[in-house]
């Protein structure tokens, strides 16, 4: 399977650490030199989910050369669609007139692209002629508790896609690995507005349905299990972490980043980096960075990329894949 265009749909509206100073009990300092987020897009009332899922999609498909008629399955990675129901990739694939395919969201939290491109690879090995489209968005300003500032100078919005199919040169996908520890899922979730405590329950505080994380405590098992699931691509593909021309983390904190990439031995020159300016959009940091990296034609044809994630569940994953 290759990536043939990738997408990004960003809102306008930036949310600076200045602003959030004004907000709450924080500085630029603390939020630089902890996460390395130095602004954030928040949408305004105008942009939606749907909006910038549908942006990126756009934008995939032309690089792709593809007309939305022509796709077979959309899959969104998301857990902030605009809707409970229908799924997100349901209204993505409403916006596109894309009435071929099949649409469908999955929860997977920040590694959700990764999940995403791994289904998209077994409906293509299933069907070789399956065109599909892969999303990794989120409006994370709408679980955000904007009086936590634990969290609420973490997050941001935003959408990324991909549009991916067999491919016909020597390359694509090498060696993929997604894998979940639910042991700790209570260190990082949102556990209101589920059946369990569903909206406007009595008795359940509003807190309840923002994201709630002990940040520390997931920082460790981020970094565990994205050099895990880095190694296992590397060796299912036959490569060592030298031969990586381009790694592509998840943007959740830039001390994660960097110590990911110096236990793989990566060099930070190979790592893109883009969390100073959209902060953490969840399963839209990998989609987001790497069509960053394409259009501004740092990746290039051949180069070897590791898409490496982690997020709520817990969940992790890699992609090795030949550009
Ligand atoms: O995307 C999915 C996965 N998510 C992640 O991987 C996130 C992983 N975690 C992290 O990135 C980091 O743990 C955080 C950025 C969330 C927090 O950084 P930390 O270095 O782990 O800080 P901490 O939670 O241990 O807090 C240290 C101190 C505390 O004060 P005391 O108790 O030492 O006095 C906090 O109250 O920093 C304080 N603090 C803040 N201070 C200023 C926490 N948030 C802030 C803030 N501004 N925004």
């Not at 390395?36 to 928040?42: A, E, F, L, P, Q």
């Not at 491109?117 to 065109?131: G, Q, R, S």
């Not at 060099?267 to 990296?293: F, M, Q, R």
């Amino acid at each position: 399977m290759e990536i043939l265009g990738t997408g990004r749909g960003i809102p306008k509206g930036i949310l600076t650490n200045q602003d959030l100073e004004k907000m709450v009990d924080t500085s630029d300092e603390w939020i630089t030199t902890r996460t390395g987020i130095k602004k954030r897009r928040i949408c305004s009332q105008e942009e939606t989910w749907t909006l910038l899922a549908t942006e990126a999609s756009r934008q995939a498909l032309e690089m792709a050369r593809m007309s939305p008629e022509e796709l077979d399955l959309i899959i969104a990675a998301t857990f902030t669609p605009d809707y409970r129901l229908p799924s997100g990739a349901c209204l993505v694939q409403n916006e596109l007139k894309a009435y071929k395919a099949a649409a469908f969201d999955i929860a997977a939290a920040c590694t959700g692209f990764i999940y995403g491109l791994v289904i998209a690879e077994k409906f293509i090995k299933d069907n070789p002629h399956t065109k599909a489209l892969v999303i990794g968005a989120e409006v994370l300003s709408a679980v955000t508790n904007w009086e936590d500032r634990s969290t609420c100078v973490l997050f941001g919005d935003g959408a990324g896609a991909a549009v991916v199919a067999a491919g016909n040169h020597q390359g694509g996908v090498l060696a993929s690995y997604i894998g979940s520890d639910p042991r700790v899922w209570d260190l990082l979730c949102v556990p209101g507005g589920g059946s369990l405590h569903p909206p406007f329950k009595p008795g359940v505080a509003k807190e309840e349905y923002f994201v709630k994380m002990k940040g520390n405590e997931v920082f460790k098992y981020a970094i565990k299990y994205m050099e895990e699931a880095a190694r296992i691509v590397l060796k299912r593909a036959g490569f060592e972490a030298r031969d990586v021309d381009w790694l592509i983390p998840h943007q959740a904190n830039i001390r994660i980043i960097n110590m990911v990439a110096k236990k793989l031995g990566i060099p930070l020159e190979k790592v893109i980096v883009n969390i100073d300016e959209y902060g953490n959009t969840s399963a839209a940091t990998i989609p987001i960075a790497l069509d960053e990296a394409v259009r501004d034609g740092k990746i290039k044809k051949g180069d070897l990329v590791l898409l490496d994630a982690f997020g709520g569940g817990f969940t992790y994953g890699a992609i090795l894949l030949k550009w």
